[in-house]
């Protein structure tokens, strides 16, 4: 088992923030099925603890080429 198998590299929202120039908010509603920001290809979130919450940032990065191959914002 190699390490990249081992291991996956979390993400906190302030990390998401950078890599993707989106705000806390924006974040939060590209998540959210009631948001009509919603974004179904947005990697979701997991929970960490009772209070923290984290992204794969192999996903997130997947997602944010994406979106800049597309043109999208």
Do not use: H
């Not at 890599?19 to 919603?38: C, E, H, I, M, Q």
């Amino acid at each position: 088992m190699n390490t990249a198998q081992q291991f996956r590299q979390i993400w906190r929202i302030s990390d998401v923030c950078k890599a993707t120039g989106l705000s806390r908010t924006a974040v939060y509603d590209k998540g959210n099925k009631n948001s009509k920001y919603f974004d179904p290809r947005f990697p979701a979130r997991f929970r960490l603890s009772a209070r923290s919450v984290g992204w794969d940032a192999n996903l997130v990065d997947a997602w944010e080429k994406e979106r800049q191959a597309s043109g999208l914002n």
